[in-house]
């Protein structure tokens, strides 16, 4: 546990160096926490319940990945990047990984910390929960065995900037996992997607008496996002190779493994 908690002190240092000063980092961060209660479920209902299952078959092309580098999950050290509430770090905690998990929203990283209090302390202690944004992200080069990013890239401002930020962190022959909503190729069973879950997100927001702006803006994130090629292109332009694309539920999500080039 030494990295998690070498973290915590980088990450102290980092905040008083690297506030957020733009207006779209800012804007993000207040959209995120005020939906950050709801935001585990607006996830299940986008994937129709089935984003635990895929977050699992993510995690697992990871740890199949990472074996093939020599740094087996159990000893790996892990970005999770845009974490949220933590439901990625804390499956990669119980499989033995150490996890830095940063978000730009300080509701997702409170509920977080609130969802781990509960764990086995073997659990707590494998993860670090730090606010950062991911265009500048408070790790040394070359440092972490991996990074993964979890319904989180589309809502990157600089998603290119992103990219190199991880191509930078990662160590050479490391692993880079993204687990993201797509937008399926058949245009009928696109917009069929589209319109029941905007139907089933929306109600959250009026259930829970809640503004429907963040929510309309995490749908139409969904509708814009390029998908797993533009992915693919971003990966092999910032240093990443042996790329690998799996589709979930019909096109409507994808997992995309890469490995760093040594």
Same mark, same amino acid.
Request: glycine share 6%; with cysteine; net charge positive.
């Given at each position: 546990?030494?990295?998690?908690?070498?973290?915590?002190?980088?990450?102290?240092?980092?905040?008083?160096?690297?506030?957020?000063?733009?207006?779209?980092?800012?804007?993000?961060?207040?959209?995120?926490?005020?939906?950050?209660?709801?935001?585990?479920?607006?996830?299940?209902?986008?994937?129709?319940?089935?984003?635990?299952?895929?977050?699992?078959?993510?995690?697992?092309?990871?740890?199949?990945?990472?074996?093939?580098?020599?740094?087996?999950?159990?000893?790996?050290?892990?970005?999770?990047?845009?974490?949220?509430?933590?439901?990625?770090?804390?499956?990669?905690?119980?499989?033995?990984?150490?996890?830095?998990?940063?978000?730009?929203?300080?509701?997702?990283?409170?509920?977080?910390?609130?969802?781990?209090?509960?764990?086995?302390?073997?659990?707590?202690?494998?993860?670090?929960?730090?606010?950062? $944004?991911?265009? &500048?992200?408070? =790790?040394?080069?070359?440092? !972490?065995?991996? %990074?993964?990013? @979890?319904?989180? +890239?589309?809502?990157?401002?600089?998603?290119?900037?992103?990219?190199?930020?991880?191509?930078?962190?990662?160590?050479?022959?490391?692993?880079?996992?993204?687990?993201?909503? $797509?937008?399926? &190729?058949?245009? =009928?069973?696109?917009?069929? !997607?589209?319109? %029941?879950?905007? @139907?089933?997100? +929306?109600?959250?927001?009026?259930?829970?008496?809640?503004?429907?702006?963040?929510?309309?803006?995490?749908?139409?994130?969904?509708?814009?996002?390029?998908?797993?090629?533009?992915?693919?292109?971003?990966?092999?332009?910032?240093?990443?190779?042996?790329?690998? %694309?799996?589709?979930?539920?019909?096109?409507?999500?994808?997992?995309?493994?890469?490995?760093?080039?040594?």
């Amino acid at each position: 546990m030494r990295r998690v908690h070498e973290q915590a002190d980088q990450d102290e240092q980092y905040q008083q160096l690297h506030h957020v000063r733009n207006r779209t980092a800012g804007a993000m961060e207040s959209l995120f926490s005020a939906i950050a209660k709801h935001y585990d479920a607006i996830n299940t209902l986008a994937s129709f319940g089935f984003d635990r299952l895929w977050r699992k078959r993510a995690i697992d092309k990871l740890s199949h990945a990472l074996a093939a580098t020599g740094a087996p999950i159990d000893r790996a050290y892990i970005a999770d990047i845009a974490c949220g509430t933590g439901t990625s770090s804390i499956a990669l905690a119980r499989r033995g990984a150490e996890v830095f998990a940063g978000d730009v929203s300080y509701g997702m990283l409170d509920i977080g910390k609130q969802r781990i209090a509960t764990l086995p302390v073997q659990v707590r202690q494998r993860i670090c929960f730090a606010r950062c $944004d991911a265009h &500048h992200l408070p =790790l040394h080069d070359t440092s !972490v065995d991996a %990074v993964t990013i @979890c319904f989180g +890239l589309r809502n990157m401002a600089s998603r290119e900037h992103v990219f190199a930020e991880c191509a930078r962190v990662v160590k050479p022959g490391g692993v880079f996992m993204c687990l993201e909503f $797509d937008n399926p &190729h058949h245009r =009928l069973w696109r917009a069929i !997607v589209h319109q %029941v879950s905007s @139907c089933m997100v +929306l109600c959250v927001a009026t259930i829970f008496r809640q503004n429907r702006k963040p929510y309309q803006y995490l749908l139409q994130s969904i509708k814009d996002w390029p998908g797993a090629t533009y992915i693919t292109e971003q990966l092999l332009a910032h240093g990443f190779e042996d790329v690998h %694309v799996y589709r979930l539920g019909f096109g409507i999500a994808s997992i995309c493994i890469a490995r760093r080039a040594v």
